[in-house]
């Protein structure tokens, strides 16, 4: 239920949770000191309490409250990269934010969404966990329908229109005197080696993904998604506009293979389809570079595809 933005304050400072939009994909946000929404949440979504969430803030000073020793490079990550699609994961002063929300982690993952909305929300009602309104295992929602499809027609949100992104931040984490990325995601790790001085990798620790969220199930549709270079005759096809394919396929389009913004964009858009039509396989397009966001959309159709 479309709910205005007066109202979605008024829900949240009384501890309720609504789904609100970003820049990036809709989120599940409560305040981050109410104990019933944060359970609220990990109910709604069928979350493991294990998995952490992010605290979206106002502005880089809110963090100071949170923190007494900032990483190296925090700032200059922050000052280039905020608002927007980054979140950074540090150690934190531990009884200034609840257990319940970093999972017992000492660190806490923080953003400040650029979209206006979003921030405005923030100034109002104080910082705000939120992870995306999906249930967990889903693809993330990148539109009001999407939420509604998920939680149902009475559940409030705020909507946003279109997302710049429609895929989730990417996730940065300092540990052991670097930084890691625990999830790729809407900015490029290319884009962090100018001010790091070196490319953050991918960090997997004895078999464990950095962020505990990579280790489940994720973004999958109920269809069975074959990745190939080679499409076979007759098949449903994520694919790419400016592409031809077999006669016979259909194809759900992710934009054109030269943009992969737009194609990240329209992702999850397209893997809801597939169980809104009662689609039982498909095959994506992965003829495409490895490199830049591309590797993000690698690693989400890999996952979707539950390889
Ligand atoms: O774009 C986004 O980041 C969206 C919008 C709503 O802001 N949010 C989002 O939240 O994607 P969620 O909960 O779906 O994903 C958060 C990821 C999970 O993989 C979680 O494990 C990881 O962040 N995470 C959160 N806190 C962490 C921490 N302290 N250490 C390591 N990973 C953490
Ligand atoms: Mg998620």
């Not at 106002?58 to 608002?83: C, G, T």
């Not at 934010?97 to 650029?114: D, E, W």
Request: hydrophobic letters at 40%; aromatic letters at 8%.
């Amino acid at each position: 239920m479309r709910i205005p933005f007066d109202e979605a304050v008024k829900l949240l400072l009384k501890g309720e949770v609504v789904a609100i939009p970003t820049e990036t994909v809709y989120g599940l946000a409560a305040l981050y000191n109410s104990e019933v929404g944060v359970s609220e949440i990990f109910a709604l979504k069928n979350r493991p309490p294990e998995n952490p969430l992010i605290l979206h803030v106002d502005s880089f000073d809110s963090i100071l409250q949170f923190a007494d020793v900032l990483p190296p490079h925090f700032k200059e990550l922050a000052d280039r990269f905020w608002p927007g699609p980054l979140t950074l994961v540090i150690p934190i002063i531990e009884d200034k934010i609840p257990s319940a929300i970093r999972a017992n982690l000492p660190t806490q993952a923080f953003r400040v969404p650029s979209l206006p909305l979003t921030r405005e929300l923030i100034v109002k009602t104080g910082p705000l966990v939120a992870p995306s309104a999906n249930l967990s295992g889903s693809p993330s929602s990148t539109s009001f329908e999407h939420v509604e499809e998920d939680f149902g027609e009475e559940f409030p949100v705020l909507e946003g229109g279109s997302l710049e992104h429609g895929v989730e931040s990417t996730i940065l984490i300092y540990q052991e005197k670097k930084w890691w990325i625990g999830r790729l995601g809407a900015i490029p790790g290319e884009a962090f080696a100018e001010i790091l001085g070196y490319l953050p990798q991918v960090q997997v620790k004895e078999g464990k993904p950095l962020c505990p969220g990579q280790h489940f199930r994720h973004y999958a549709p109920k269809a069975r998604l074959h990745l190939t270079k080679s499409i076979p005759e007759g098949s449903v096809i994520l694919g790419f506009m400016d592409r031809s394919y077999p006669k016979g396929s259909m194809v759900i389009p992710l934009g054109v293979s030269k943009n992969p913004a737009g194609v990240l964009r329209r992702l999850y858009q397209a893997l809801r389809r597939l169980d809104r039509e009662e689609i039982a396989e498909a095959y994506v397009d992965i003829d495409v570079p490895v490199d830049g966001l591309w590797a993000t959309f690698h690693e989400r159709v890999k996952k979707a595809a539950r390889e």
